[in-house]
């Protein structure tokens, strides 16, 4: 199975930028769903933006909209998490997680579609 390495996290106050790349180690192709999750302490996962195929669509989490920027890189194999304004409460563990076999229509999928997740880049946001 493809691995997934996501890198670029770390800790930045208030209204910094920080850009999370998600990493496969081989081809995979533009066909797949992308999404980046994040899981705060003692709080559920969250799916806060997702790169779906067919024509290419990208779709955001209300608490993360008009700040986040997802993207794909084809030629490097990297879906990258661009993150602006940062807040607080954008603090996390943050994940990358793929699905190459279904498809999804609308929105961030659900935890539940992707089948294949990496380990996650720490995000701490200072205030």
């Known amino acids: 199975q493809v691995q997934l390495v996501e890198s670029g996290g770390g800790s930045v106050q208030a209204g910094g930028s920080l850009r999370l790349s998600c990493a496969a180690s081989?081809?995979?192709?533009?066909?797949?769903?992308v999404g980046w999750f994040r899981q705060a302490p003692g709080k559920g996962r969250e799916g806060v933006a997702a790169v779906l195929p067919g024509p290419t669509r990208t779709y955001y989490s209300e608490s993360v909209k008009d700040r986040f920027t997802i993207s794909r890189d084809n030629a490097k194999n990297t879906v990258i998490l661009q993150m602006n304004s940062l807040k607080p409460e954008d603090t996390g563990m943050y994940y990358c997680?793929?699905?190459?076999?279904?498809?999804?229509?609308?929105?961030?999928?659900?935890?539940?579609?992707?089948?294949?997740w990496g380990q996650g880049t720490q995000v701490t946001v200072s205030s």
């Open positions: 081989r081809y995979t192709p533009s066909t797949n769903s």
């Open positions: 997680a793929s699905n190459s076999r279904s498809s999804w229509s609308w929105g961030v999928p659900p935890a539940q579609f992707f089948d294949n």
